[in-house]
């Protein structure tokens, strides 16, 4: 689209906003074709230091150790560095004015996390933390289309004036067509009245939070992060960032799909995972068991202890992004398996190796519903 037009400008708000994404480099690695390849496999996945990872001699040594911590941390760095080298933000020829304000916010490490992993050091800004959104590049020329035919603001709209659109810092843009990409509402839940959002554990205001649960949740978290701390000391220390404080509480869902104490609803589709089609599947699966009464729930006490487990993690893993509870990313492959070893389902899992390294896709699930059918019945 900016390559047909006569002039093309990039405006990132800069107050609200966690700042420019992390776009990943195209380019794959070996068998892998590109990076969203190599993310989709659950040996990379091991590498981030998360609650839903399996509890295996690997991943104890990758984050109970320092030298495990060191190459996770090593990994993390060079899959940053070649993305940010092949952008190239501050030292790239022949580009239009601002292109260096592409560049990330987010630090990778703070300077107290460096003596845990010191060959972090000089990686500044990274995709670890996830704290602005991020995605795949398809076209391996992009930033060359971009930085020749794009100029980039960091500011903020004040007004639009006729066909000039005035920015905080001063600058006016003419302008003759404006494209929004302002993001869109995070819930689709507004039918529920407010007292059926906080009897079902969905966002609500806090002010809304029920006596007993302003003690209750805080309690469980405080309790559950001091551990996720001990257990993952990467997540012990984040970096300096912008941090969009929360307007409501988070989901509490068991699973990020059940309410506690209500059997008659769930909820499929509200947690972020990296592939969505393999996402709601299985979140389907799970909830058309649950709701069937196919499975063995644990006692609410033990669903709350896990819910605020979740949330805990998700807030230190995932800043930002991990406020309300229910953001996977780079662990989806195991949040889906674990729901699947729930219902007792097995057809979607390879032998060792493949099961590590082979990537996964929406395909490896075609079994399921006969499977399911098998076990279960159809009724």
């Known amino acids: 689209m900016c390559q047909g037009w006569k002039a093309c400008t990039w405006i990132i708000r800069k107050t609200g906003g966690a700042g420019p994404g992390f776009l990943l480099s195209p380019e794959g690695k070996g068998p892998y074709k590109d990076a969203f390849a190599i993310g989709s496999t659950r040996i990379a996945a091991t590498l981030t230091p998360s609650i839903l990872l399996p509890d295996t001699w690997w991943t104890r040594f990758l984050h109970g150790t ?3 911590r060191s190459l996770a941390g090593s990994i993390w760095a060079g899959a940053n560095k070649q993305t940010r080298d092949g952008a190239n933000f501050r030292g790239r020829q022949n580009v239009l004015d601002g292109f260096e304000l592409l560049e990330p916010h987010t630090p990778y490490v703070s300077t107290q996390s460096f ?3 010191p060959n972090l050091a000089t990686c500044q800004k990274g995709l670890f933390w996830q704290n602005g959104t991020g995605g795949l590049l398809h076209k391996q020329d992009f930033w060359d289309i971009i930085g020749e035919n794009v100029r980039i603001h960091l500011d903020d709209v004040t007004k639009v004036d006729k066909k000039l659109l005035h920015l905080s810092g001063g600058a006016e843009i003419p302008t003759d067509v404006i494209l929004c990409g302002t993001g869109w509402s995070k819930t689709s839940l507004d039918f529920f009245d407010a007292e059926e959002t906080v009897r079902l554990g969905l966002p609500h205001k806090f002010e809304e939070e029920k006596i007993e649960d302003l003690a209750d949740w805080p309690r469980y978290e405080l309790e559950a992060g001091s551990k996720i701390l001990a257990e993952f000391p990467m997540l012990a220390e984040a970096p300096k960032h912008f941090h969009k404080s929360p307007e409501t509480t988070p989901y509490r869902l068991y699973n990020g799909i059940a ?7 769930a909820f499929v589709g509200f947690t972020s995972v990296a592939n969505y089609f393999r996402g709601v599947e299985c979140q389907a699966i799970w909830a ?6 196919k499975l063995a729930l644990p006692v609410l006490e033990v669903q709350k ?3 605020a487990r979740t949330t805990a993690w998700s807030k230190r893993r995932y ?3 991990g406020e309300w509870g229910n953001f996977f990313p780079f662990e989806s492959n195991f949040y889906l398996d674990g ?3 729930e219902v007792g389902l097995k057809s979607h899992l390879k032998g060792w190796f493949s099961h590590y390294s082979v990537p996964s896709k929406a395909q490896d699930l075609v079994g399921l519903k006969d499977e399911y059918i098998t076990k279960y019945g159809s009724s």
Do not use: H, M
């Not at 506690?260 to 609803?265: A, F, N, R, V, Y």
């Not at 058309?288 to 009464?293: Q, S, V």
């Open 339 to 341: 729901l699947l070893e």
């Open 115 to 117: 003596q845990e992993a």
């Open 288 to 293: 058309t068991a649950y709701l069937d009464g």
């Open 305 to 307: 202890e896990r819910i």
């Open 319 to 321: 800043l930002s992004n």
């Open 259 to 265: 309410p506690l104490g209500d059997t008659s609803i």
């Open 66 to 68: 320092n030298y495990g």
